[in-house]
């Protein structure tokens, strides 16, 4: 038996499958940057998705503060008489301005609203106080102020009450809010 030292002819040269490697690696690399580019724009949306929320937040705590601060107005007067027709302050006869159109807020028609004190973080808040009515006689049967209280006899005057808050993008831009309420007081 001989034993040769020679190895066997594949028909292949060693030099022949250095560029598979750097195929595949390229490959990797080129899956690995789509996985990253996904992740980043998913990471982008969620962020914006986020922002968005605390923008309606805010603005749904600027129209509840526009709304308390009109109602805590209407408890503080001394007779419907103060109201005067004009500056978002409406009698029972008077028009009021449409509280669904963008136009109706703007500050070039900020004779049809008050402006409130809007919250950190808020461009502005807004109501407009309507006289909407006079419920006569209610005999202590309407509960305005708390539970268990009993207001006696005497008319209720109502109000309708309109606030708009918006949140904090620039120029009134972000998400708007707009609560609508029905108030009574006894004078």
């Known amino acids: 038996m001989y034993l040769s030292s020679r190895t066997m002819n594949t028909g292949q040269s060693p ?18 940057t789509i996985i ?9 949306l969620e962020e914006s998705m986020s922002y968005a929320t605390r923008d309606r937040t805010i603005a749904l705590q600027s129209a509840e503060a526009a709304l308390r ?3 805590t107005w209407v408890e503080t007067i001394a007779s419907p008489a103060a109201l005067t027709g004009t500056n978002g302050l409406y009698r029972r006869a008077d028009a009021i301005p449409s509280y669904n159109t963008s136009a109706t807020w703007l500050p070039a028609n900020n004779t049809n609203y008050v402006t409130a004190t809007a919250p950190t973080g808020s461009n502005s808040a807004k109501y407009m106080i309507k006289e909407t009515g006079l419920i006569p006689g209610v005999q202590g049967s309407m509960n305005l102020t708390g539970y268990g209280e009993n207001k006696g006899s005497g008319d209720v005057t109502t109000f309708q009450v309109t606030s708009r808050g918006t949140g904090g993008a620039a120029n009134e831009a972000g998400a708007e809010v707009i609560i609508r309420s029905n108030y009574g007081r006894q004078f």
């Open 69 to 71: 601060e009109a109602e």
């Open 36 to 44: 990253g580019v996904s992740s980043m724009q998913g990471t982008a």
């Open 15 to 32: 030099h022949a499958q250095r560029g598979a490697i750097l195929v595949v690696s390229l490959m990797l690399l080129l899956v690995l």
